[in-house]
């Protein structure tokens, strides 16, 4: 039996962000090695970084699977964990990990798998399973009956006067 957990996150976002969303941004990637390049496919190995604006993704290995056609493009980072890192227009900064990272730009989602935990405005959520979009800042969570989805919420710190 799973456990399945769907977790919203609202966040305010600004009207005043200066600079264009990050999915909007060209998507460069840095590597030790290119090791494959076979038809629409390319594996990165080593040291490998993704950059897309703010968002920033570090795997041991990485596959590009563009078969659906340009656009389309699919990009599997496995590692020991894959991190993740983005800057959100309020200022604060979402980070994940886990052994598998699976991002697809045109959904602009990123998929989680394998010891997966994200943590947002100080809240962390575990699961086996993440699946977080990135535009809407929305997660849902899965476990299966092994392991369980964990919340842990921070409270927010008052300034006292």
């Known amino acids: 039996m799973k456990t399945n957990f769907m977790f919203v996150l609202l966040l305010c976002s600004s009207s005043l962000m200066a600079a264009a969303p990050d999915y909007t941004q060209k998507i460069q990637i840095d590597a030790d090695n290119l090791v494959s390049v076979e038809e629409n496919v390319l594996t990165y190995r080593s040291n ?9 993704m570090k795997a041991d290995q990485l596959e590009i699977n563009a078969r659906a056609g340009k656009g389309k493009e699919i990009y599997l980072a496995t590692g020991k964990p894959v991190t993740y890192s983005q800057m959100q227009a309020d200022g604060k900064t979402v980070t994940a990990q886990a052994l598998e990272m699976r991002y697809e730009p045109l959904s602009r989602t990123l998929t989680l798998t394998g010891d997966a935990e994200l943590t947002q405005s100080g809240s962390v959520v575990k699961a086996s399973s993440i699946k977080y979009n990135v535009e809407k800042q929305q997660l849902s969570a899965e476990s299966d009956k092994t392991k369980r989805v964990t919340t842990i919420f921070t409270p927010e710190e008052k300034n006292n006067p």
């Open 48 to 56: 490998v970084v993704i950059t897309q604006g703010s968002m920033q």
